[in-house]
Structure formats: structure tokens, C-alpha cells
């Protein structure tokens, strides 16, 4: 069967329809309404197929996916995250389970905590909200491990509701395209709060639809390295392009060094305990890392974190409780 043809929309106008460069936008200035259409058409023609955007993976696939998704990429998450639903497709299928499990699950995903959070998470959904995850935002946000991101994704993304989603995808897009700048500042900041908020769409289907258009706007063109200008259906409006593309001026932005570190010592470590059904002796986790300070510190560091559990006779496990 052929598919319905979708009507025909105006073009996008190109960088060459700007006569002018306007600077950045004023504060009292700022409105989304002449990116809106745009920025949604685009995602409506090149959205990924992903399968928590799919009708059928509800708000607890939602809030799998935005845990998963922190710091790291979609082709990564997508096996683990298929896994994870297939073995816990409710939160009281989670609940159920010693957290050691989630840590287990969650494999090679990297920040580990997020394991911990999310099963925490599923424990609170199932004992305060009856299983299902809450639509409201103060109850998501009350939820331990839920930050302010979060709690507006799953609001957003999982109930259509009108709220600023600002990851880092977002923020780049609205520092270039509204504030005229390459790169947003390292931590989010109260004014880029203000202006996502000045740009949302009034009304709340449409809002929740420029938070996911915007954020795979950030993901797929304006990326933070080799940004697709041409083919990116604001570039006219783009305050940054427009001004010549200025380098950055800010602080010196965040690294993301992995060798040689805690972090890579706390992942050796961790990788040990996750293929072990029992406990595991001090011997077998000594050999992992070679240098017997740090491995001792990122040992004691998964202990402090809850992610290890230590046991008499010198031994290790996943928690249990």
C-alpha cells in the first residue's frame, strides 16, 4: 500500500534570503514563533525511528531512555535499553529485583549511579503511584534520582505536556540560534532556563513536539563538531551563522579523558563484579588495574556509592538491598 503523500510545504528559506545579519536577540525580544514551524517540519520528515519514541513504550520507556541517554550516545543505549525492557517492562518489575541487578544490566552504559537511580526510581513509582509513572511534574520531580531534566522529558516526551527540556543538544541549538554564540556555558544556566521557557509554543501538543524537534535539531545538524548548516531548516535565522560564525570565548570547554582514570580503574573493577553470580575475592579485583593506590581509591569510591558491597573475608559483590 503507498503512503498518504504529505502536503507540500514552503520552502525553507536559505542563508542567501537574509539581506541582513541581525546580532543576537534582545531579551524582551526573544519569541520562538518564527522557528517553531520550521524546526517541527523538519523533525516531522527526519526524525529517527527510535523505539522509545514509539506509542507503545509508554512513559516508563520514556524514563528508561532519559536515564540511559545521559552522556551517552543512541547507538550505545539502543541494545541495553531493548534488554532492559524486555526483562522489566513495568517498574514493579524492577522493584522487584536487588538493585545489583540494574547495575548488572546496565553493562558497558558508563556513570553506573544512573543504574542505581533508576532503580530507585522503580521502587518509588511502585510504592507511591501504584506502578504507573506519574504524569504530574512535581510528582516526577519528587521521585529520588529524578532532576529537573528529567522530570520535564518524561512530562514532555511521555505526556505531551508543555515544558522547557534543555539537555545539551538543546542548549547549543538556542545559544547559536538565538544567542548568536558557538557553544552554551558548561552548566546550565538561570538565563538559558528563562529563554527555553520564552521559546516554548503555547500550546502544549505543539510545545511538546518543538522539546523533541529541537533536541534531534541539536543531535543530527548542530552538532557540537562539523554543524550542517545547509541543510539546517533555521540557518536564515541562525544569529550565530549570521554573524560570521564567531570562535568560542568562553571558559575552556569540559574534556571527556577516560584513560588513565578513576572512572576507567571504577569500570574494570565493576566489569569483574558483573560477570560474577557470587561473591568475589580481593585477589581477582586486584589484578584489573596495576597501580594498587588508585585501584584502592576507585574501589572505596563504588563502595561510597553504593555500587559494591563489601563482605567479610574480604570479598565483593553487587548490592543487594
Known sequence: MTAPTKPSKPPYSSPADADTAPGPLLEEQVSGAHLHAPVIDWFD????????????????GVMVS???????????????YEQW???????????????GEA?????????????????GAAAAITERHGGDVPS?????????????????AVASFAYGQRHAVLDTNVRRVFARAVTGV???PNATTAAERKLARALLPEEESTAARWAAASMELGALLCTARNETCHRCPISAQCAWRLAGKPEHTGPPRRGQTYAGTDRQVRGKLLAVLRDAHAPVPQAALDRVWHEPVQRARALDGLVA????EPLPGGQYRLPLT
Open 45 to 60: 520528515d527526519h526524525a529517527r525511528d527510535l523505539p522509545w519514541r514509539r506509542p507503545e513504550a509508554g512513559a516508563w
Open 66 to 80: 532519559e536515564f540511559m541517554l545521559q552522556q551517552t550516545p543512541v547507538n550505545r543505549v539502543l541494545p541495553v
Open 85 to 99: 525492557l524486555a526483562r522489566w517492562p513495568r517498574p514493579a518489575d524492577l522493584a522487584a529485583e536487588a538493585p
Open 103 to 119: 547495575v548488572r544490566a546496565w553493562g558497558r552504559l558508563g556513570y553506573p549511579r544512573r543504574a542505581l537511580r533508576l532503580h
Open 136 to 152: 504530574d511534574h512535581a510528582q516526577l520531580l519528587a521521585l529520588p534520582g529524578i532532576g529537573e531534566y528529567t522530570a520535564a
Open 182 to 184: 558557538q557553544y552554551p
Open 305 to 308: 556509592d553504593g555500587l559494591v
